[in-house]
Each structure stands twice: as C-alpha cells, then as structure tokens.
C-alpha cells in the first residue's frame, strides 16, 4: 500500500531539491551590493509618512474578500473538469446550479457597487 505512495514521495523530493538548489544558485551566483537604499525598510514603495494605525476604507477589504470567495469557489470546478467524461447528467445539473449562483452574486456585487473603485 506504501507503494503506491512513492511516485509522489519521490516528486516531492526533487520538487525540493530543485527548489533549493535554485535559491542556492542565486545565493551564489547573484550580485550582492547591499547599500543604504536596499536594506531600508519598504512596504509600499515609498516611505511611511503617517501612524500606522490608521483606518483603511473598507472597500478594500470587500474587494479583497471577494477575490478570495470567487477564488476558492472557482477552484470547485477543476475536479468537474477532470472527470467531465465521466459525470452523470445529475453532475452537469448541479454544476450549472453552482456556477448560476455564483453568476448572480458576482452580478448583485457589481450592481451594488462592490467592485468599483474610486
């Protein structure tokens, strides 16, 4: 039962061999000239100029958590498409009842304004 295991353990441990040994090659080969600018703290690009705590808008939390919903709920569909061919016709009914409610609250949010930006 174990066997059936090791074509995963074996690409995971070149994914991560390989993944190393890249960081180690840009370790090694990439230029290092620290200075003044490089090693001062950034965020955005520019340096902070008020207290941290001020308040963000709250569109900006809306468009991200939407972005994040619509995301993972896309994400549903890759294992519909995978096994397409094999799906009954109660699959495709489903999945059409799933990607209409995701079809009207991506239009509610539009029409409320959630998407705009100002």
Excluded: Q
């Amino acid at each position: 039962m174990l066997g059936n295991y090791l074509p995963v353990f074996i690409f995971l441990m070149i994914g991560i061999i390989v993944g190393l040994l890249m960081l180690a090659l840009g370790r090694v080969l990439g230029p290092h000239k620290p200075d003044v600018k490089k090693n001062s703290a950034y965020e955005c690009g520019f340096e902070a100029f008020e207290d941290s705590r001020i308040k963000f808008d709250v569109r900006f939390y809306l468009v991200a958590i939407l972005f994040i919903i619509f995301d993972l709920e896309i994400t549903f569909l890759f294992p519909w498409a995978v096994a397409l061919k094999d799906l009954s016709a109660a699959a495709y009914v489903a999945m059409a009842v799933f990607v209409g409610i995701l079809v009207i609250g991506f239009i509610y949010e539009w029409k409320k304004g959630a998407l705009d930006w100002e």
